[in-house]
């Protein structure tokens, strides 16, 4: 249990990871998995690890595939770089989700095989809170969670990829701080900061796939709300479109070939 004193009123929430889900089998009843191996209360949020989504849903190929399925999910390359063992890429995949090898993943996938991320996350985790409500009766939201790096920061997170029944920021715009400040672009992004919160408890090799996060129903609405590709930041607002080499590189074919088109230089 976390808690913190916020003008002397008493707040927290709860993280517990759901143990007995076991391995997953594509067609596997998700929903009903999840809601015989726990019990569930209004306002719960469950943060689901997309792996054992893809594996339900069949997304799972040959590991000797792994670059060719990287290069058939990726919509946009941002970044390359080369290292002893090959090339690593960090690319735009289907899904909108700025990550390295586009999602494609070997790890707590069956031997031989990588797994694909699910090809409509939101979608996914709409389709298990509607199981997860109408089996259990409880109002819940459910996130589905990856894990990615970050650009300037070493090591990863776990990040919402997908999301349903809960909003995924929390907009405080137009408000005002604990001072009286005038907030102009507060918007946390709560399905990240949850997502992230929950990885503590499931972790990458304990075989815990689920974690329910209590306390927090403020959060968790109609089934209708904007889902985790809401939080993908627009194009023309993004202003770290490539990595600093490819930028780089843009930029001084764009400039030779104008040089190009205006001929040679007249003394």
């Known amino acids: 249990m976390m808690d913190a004193e916020s003008s002397g009123v008493r707040v927290g929430f709860s993280v517990e990871g759901v143990e007995g889900i076991g391995e997953i089998a594509e067609g596997a009843d998700l929903a009903g998995i999840i809601a015989g191996a726990t019990e569930l209360e209004d306002g719960d949020i469950l943060v689901v690890t997309s792996k054992i989504v893809s594996k339900a849903e069949g997304r799972v190929i040959r590991a000797a595939d792994r ?5 058939a999910e990726t919509v946009r390359v941002v970044a390359t770089r080369e290292y002893d063992g090959g090339v690593t890429r960090i690319v735009e995949n289907r899904q909108g989700i700025v990550q390295a090898a586009a999602g494609v993943d ?3 996938a069956p031997d031989g095989t990588v797994l694909l991320l699910p090809v409509d996350p939101d979608a996914s985790a709409r ?3 509607t199981g997860l409500r109408a089996l259990t009766g409880a109002h819940v939201g459910v996130i589905l969670s990856d894990t990615v ?3 300037w920061r070493e090591g990863q997170t776990d990040l919402a990829i997908g999301a349903a029944g809960v909003f995924v920021f929390e907009d405080l ?6 001072s009286g400040k005038p907030l102009a672009v507060t918007m946390p992004c709560v399905a990240d900061e949850i997502a992230g919160a929950a990885e503590l408890v499931k972790g990458k ?9 209590r306390g927090l129903g403020r959060y968790v609405g109609d089934l209708d ?3 985790a590709r809401s939080i993908v930041r627009p194009a023309e607002r993004d202003l770290f479109r490539q990595g600093a080499d490819e930028a780089y590189d843009e930029g001084y074919r764009a400039g030779f070939d104008e040089a190009q088109a205006e001929g040679p230089l007249v003394s």
């Open 67 to 71: 670059e060719d399925a990287i290069t």
């Open 106 to 108: 070997a790890s707590n």
């Open 127 to 129: 389709a298990l809170a």
């Open 149 to 151: 790096g970050r650009a």
């Open 173 to 178: 715009r137009g408000t005002t701080d604990a």
């Open 205 to 213: 090799s304990a075989g815990v796939p689920v974690a329910i996060v």
């Open 225 to 227: 709300l904007p889902g």
